[in-house]
């Protein structure tokens, strides 16, 4: 799959569900909930971390 049919794909994905989409940087595509961004988000990570 080219990086055009993955951003094709992102942009119909989106407009499908109310998820995130997501590419990393090795192109592979995930649909991304808010559970998974509030347990992984980078910033929020980095707030847990700091607080223990």
Known sequence: ?????LRRAQLQG???NT???YV???GAFYN???IWLA???PIQA???T???
């Not at 799959?1 to 049919?5: E, H, I, K, N, T």
């Open 1 to 5: 799959m080219s990086g055009v049919d």
């Open 14 to 16: 989106a407009n499908l």
């Open 19 to 21: 998820n995130l989409n």
């Open 24 to 26: 990393n940087l090795t």
């Open 32 to 34: 991304v909930d808010t």
């Open 39 to 41: 347990d992984f988000d």
């Open 46 to 48: 980095g707030a847990k």
């Open 50 to 52: 700091e607080a223990r």
